[in-house]
């Protein structure tokens, strides 16, 4: 079966800029996460999607990360503006009955 | 927020030698999940233990439970050069109703030298 696909892969940008980052979980998978992970430490979750609904954003900076999650499948993650503390790598994950989560190979965004 | 703990944060081992990993939780779990993160590289799912289940195996892994102490350990027997990677542990809380919130440790790091 087709895994987590993300992109872009990498992306550089300047502070104050914005950014979008895309995801496609795997079919069937009603339970979309986006997570952010700083070098060094374990992943902290940003939204959590089921279906087309949001089920956790609590900590989601939402002065500037927003995130929807189209028609149910696909979803974005944007960042406006960006700032020098969000340069990490995101990770965007699906789950069928949200135990096992199945990851993307993540978003590395430096900001400068 | 972090609830798992590592320990250690890293570890380095020769081939062929076991690996062993502990994770130290704060409240009750549903569950307990194990991931491998190689370098710069999303997470894979290793193992996934209930709070009913005190063992499990899948391969060269080994997972333990205990409750009453809160902590897990993971095995890894055999180790070869591709196990280098951060492991992690994630738990579910009893208390988690249908939001299933994985709570993440901050991993250990292993290092598996030819």
């Known amino acids: 079966e087709a895994g987590v696909a993300q992109s872009p892969r990498y992306k550089i940008i300047e502070k104050r800029q914005s950014v979008a980052f895309w995801c496609n979980p795997i079919s069937g998978h009603a339970t979309l996460y986006w997570y952010q992970q700083i070098l060094g430490q374990g992943p902290k979750l940003l939204i959590q999607?089921?279906?087309?609904?949001?089920?956790?954003d609590s900590q989601l900076p939402k002065d500037r990360f927003s995130a929807e999650r189209l028609k149910g499948v696909d979803s974005t993650l944007k960042i406006q503006p960006a700032k020098l503390e969000d340069s990490a790598v995101y990770l965007c994950a699906s789950s069928l009955r949200g135990e096992k989560l199945f990851f993307g190979s993540g978003t590395q965004l430096s900001v400068l | 927020s972090q609830q798992g703990e590592e320990d250690p944060q890293a570890l380095s081992i020769q081939e062929g030698e076991n690996a062993t990993m502990n994770c130290s939780y704060k409240?009750?779990?549903?569950?307990l999940q194990w991931y491998r993160q190689n370098s710069g590289r999303g997470l894979v799912h290793l193992i996934l233990?209930?709070?009913n289940e005190r063992e499990k195996h899948s391969g060269r892994l080994r997972v333990t439970l205990d409750t009453s102490k809160k902590s897990s350990s993971l095995l890894i027997t055999a180790s070869r050069a591709a196990d280098t990677a951060s492991y992690f542990c994630?738990?579910?809380?009893?208390?988690?109703?249908?939001?299933?919130?994985?709570?993440w440790g901050l991993g250990t790091s292993l290092a598996v030298n030819p």
């Open positions: 999607f089921q279906n087309n609904g949001v089920v956790d």
């Open positions: 409240t009750s779990i549903n569950n």
């Open positions: 994630a738990t579910v809380s009893s208390n988690a109703g249908n939001n299933r919130k994985l709570i």
């Open positions: 233990i209930r709070s």
